[in-house]
């Protein structure tokens, strides 16, 4: 027997399809906020050491972001969740405006202005902020130096061979 989809089943339907759409939306456009933040951070942090040529440049970057989000996945659950928290509050517009005083959006921020920022973390006052500054810098750093094109710059050689 056939039954009949009514008005309320299908605007019930619409409806949840919506917010299904919107959820996966907002996830995306998190995760490019994401990337686009931590590309910032990447610049400021980096902006001795960064290739001159925009290109390599970005390549750079764009390999440090992907060395953090790895390094996050290897972090505990309980970690993960707080680095996970502190990147939602850095992606957000008003919560970038207020707690980190950065004005522009991530890809519009200048290295300067980002610097600053972290500074005002790295010497705050408050012990959550410096270890919020503690946790981007370090997660930053350690992605770089694990790409073995950076190891000459600090004198690394290298894994010793193994005979």
Request: hydrophobic share 50%.
């Amino acid at each position: 027997m056939m039954t009949l989809v009514t008005r309320r089943d299908f605007l019930k339907a619409g409806l949840g399809g919506s917010v299904l759409l919107a959820c996966a939306g907002c996830v995306t456009a998190a995760a490019d906020d994401e990337a686009e933040m931590l590309a910032a951070v990447a610049s400021a942090v980096l902006a001795g050491v960064l290739p001159a040529s925009p290109a390599q440049r970005q390549a750079a970057i764009s390999e440090t972001v992907a060395g953090v989000r790895r390094a996050i996945a290897g972090l505990s659950a309980a970690a993960q969740k707080e680095v996970g928290e502190l990147f939602t509050l850095l992606t957000l517009a008003p919560a970038r405006r207020l707690v980190a005083g950065v004005s522009s959006s991530w890809g519009s921020a200048g290295d300067e202005e980002v610097s600053n920022f972290l500074n005002r973390w790295r010497y705050s006052r408050f012990a959550l902020l410096q270890g919020a500054y503690a946790a981007l810098h370090d997660l930053v750093l350690g992605a770089w130096y694990a790409r073995p094109e950076a190891w000459p710059t600090i004198g690394y050689p290298g894994t010793p061979e193994i005979f």
